[in-house]
């Protein structure tokens, strides 16, 4: 049973910082792609951020400059770094195995101006 778990959001001033983390088990870590989805209040959700297997990676263009993602595959994390925040990065935030499709319960971060 797969079960991918987010941790670290919460409320921040605009400008501020916070780190996602993500914890999967129950599935190779490392043999798979990671990402991370956002969805804002009446929006669809979104890709904010990808991490393949190998290590190559893609940012939304929203997140460029000011999220980094990375992993551990010895610890089974995803992380997402968010930098210089602003108030429409407001979501819930999403850590998903894009290719079988698993996604977490998510993480609010709400960013206030």
């Known amino acids: 049973q797969v079960q991918l778990v987010e941790s670290g959001g919460g409320l921040v001033q605009a400008g501020g910082s916070l780190r996602l983390s993500c914890v999967a088990s129950g599935i190779m870590f490392r043999s798979y792609s990671w990402a991370w989805y956002r969805q804002a209040p009446g929006k669809q959700r979104e890709l904010v951020a990808f991490i393949s297997s190998g290590g190559t990676i893609n940012y939304a263009e929203s997140a460029k400059g000011r999220f980094t993602i990375s992993r551990d595959n010895a610890k089974n994390t995803v992380d997402l770094r968010m930098n210089s925040l602003k108030p429409e990065d407001t979501a819930v935030y999403y850590c998903?195995?894009?290719?079988?499709?698993?996604w977490g319960r998510g993480t609010q971060v709400t960013v206030s101006s």
């Open positions: 998903v195995q894009p290719g079988a499709s698993y």
